[in-house]
């Protein structure tokens, strides 16, 4: 049972534009919230996170929101760039015994992103 | 410099042929993780370990075994590879107490004809 659900499943956007990627996640422990990036050949690497205290989180071209009552968070690139061309995941985790929430993160199915020039 | 390390990186086997991929950390982190990404099913984890000698199942564990009889070593074993477990793997790290994030290495493409 995928309790991560990442959509679309792929994404061509224009240069400048805004790239949004959606997810949605059924249970209501998970507390932090990441988004990885993946570029060919190389592994996930963390792109930006939120908990769920906040509705909003931006780093820079990036901006996570977060919709509690709908168990609902999403991605937004503005200006993409074609440099941001790449595979991105939603992923979802909750404290287990008081351990981080990094051990048991549970990724969506994953969105590739191509930014045409 | 800080990095989660694969081995080998590209493999092709045959039915039944014990392999072990390997993976090993230079941060000094007590998490190690496998997990394997397929096409439209994202990233599952297979197994991970919380510290030295304490290792326990992820969601799809089935056909795969490991080890964590070091900190920086994670070594994953399968035992008879079948086709079905053609994939790609990465290894996972990070502290135990942290924000939640994963350092992982560059993957590990396998290949089970």
């Known amino acids: 049972q995928q309790q991560v659900k990442q959509s679309p499943q792929s994404l061509i956007v224009q240069k400048g534009g805004i790239s949004i990627i959606n997810c949605a996640y059924e249970n209501t422990a998970f507390d932090y919230f990441p988004w990885y990036q993946q570029f060919p050949g190389k592994g996930p690497a963390l792109l930006i996170a939120i908990r769920p205290d906040v509705s909003e989180k931006k780093e820079g071209r990036f901006t996570i929101s977060f919709n509690k009552s709908a168990k609902q968070f999403s991605l937004h690139i503005m200006d993409s760039q074609p440099g941001d061309s790449a595979t991105y995941f939603c992923?979802?985790?909750?404290?287990?015994?008081?351990?981080?929430?990094?051990?048991?993160?549970?990724f969506g199915e994953g969105t590739q992103l191509t930014v045409n020039p | 410099e800080a990095q989660v390390t694969q081995n080998p990186r590209y493999l092709i086997t045959v039915t039944g042929k014990k392999l072990t991929v390997t993976c090993s950390q230079n941060m000094n982190h007590e998490y190690m993780s496998w997990y394997r990404q397929d096409p439209g099913l994202g990233l599952r984890q297979i197994y991970y370990s919380m510290n030295v000698e304490v290792t326990d199942k992820g969601d799809v564990p089935e056909g795969y075994k490991v080890s964590r009889k070091e900190k920086r070593n994670f070594p994953l074993i399968l035992e008879s590879p079948s086709p079905n477990q053609t994939s790609l793997y990465f290894c996972a790290s990070s502290w135990r107490r942290n924000t939640g994030e994963l350092f992982f290495g560059e993957g590990s493409r396998l290949t089970v004809l």
């Open positions: 992923a979802a985790s909750m404290r287990t015994a008081g351990e981080t929430s990094g051990s048991r993160l549970t």
